[in-house]
């Protein structure tokens, strides 16, 4: 199994970035899939995930609205539109992959992670 991350980097408040999460070694059409982040000093927070299909979403309360998660099972690939970009959004985003899902709690447990990409958010 391998996750791979891109599309971070610096943003001033307001703007948007797109994140992209390549996934192999597995059937990733089966899997439920997050994002989360960790700020610096921080523990790992929870920000969207999608179902298999791609057909329901959760969002985290403080991204509501702003981030958008899709997935494009033909290319392997989990995006995260990200818009109206915040500091606070300021983190190391992941990918990982859901083994346990518990959407009426909006709880997940994961098995696999990638290494990371970088979002800062700053003027």
């Known amino acids: 199994v391998q996750l791979v991350e891109s599309g971070g980097g610096m943003v001033q408040p307001g703007g948007s970035l797109r994140l992209s999460c390549a996934a192999s070694?597995?059937?990733?059409?089966?899997?439920?899939m997050s994002w989360v982040r960790q700020a610096p000093g921080k523990g790992p927070e929870w920000v969207s995930d999608?179902?298999?299909?791609?057909?329901?979403?959760y969002y985290a309360d403080s991204v509501k609205g702003r981030f958008t998660i899709s997935r494009d099972n033909a290319k392997n690939t989990l995006y995260l539109q990200m818009n109206s970009l915040k500091p606070e959004d300021t983190a190391l985003y992941y990918c990982?992959?859901?083994?346990?899902?518990?959407?009426?709690?909006?709880?997940?447990?994961?098995?696999?992670w990638g290494q990371g990409t970088q979002v800062t958010v700053s003027s």
């Open positions: 990982a992959r859901v083994v346990y899902s518990d959407y009426r709690l909006l709880k997940f447990e994961y098995d696999y």
């Open positions: 070694g597995f059937t990733f059409s089966g899997f439920d």
């Open positions: 999608i179902n298999p299909s791609g057909g329901s979403t």
